[in-house]
């Protein structure tokens, strides 16, 4: 299984600027690798990496997110 990278970057959607995030904690887990970041206009960036409906459900409510097995 191939590591996940520590930071990706991305364009900021508010600003267009160049916005990287982190990961946010590596775990045994492999569903889902987790990443936050904060453009410099400020705009929150989140992006996850792993199985289709872990990933879902991280970006559509990402401050109150949990995983569970």
Known sequence: MLKAPRTL???CVKCAKAVQVRLQK????SHIQPYVGVCQCG???HHAIGQKDAVE?????????????
């Open 26 to 29: 590596v775990s045994a887990c």
């Open 57 to 69: 459900s991280y970006l559509a409510a990402p401050e109150g997110w949990t995983h569970h097995h």
């Open 43 to 45: 705009e929150v960036k």
């Open 9 to 11: 970057t991305f364009k």
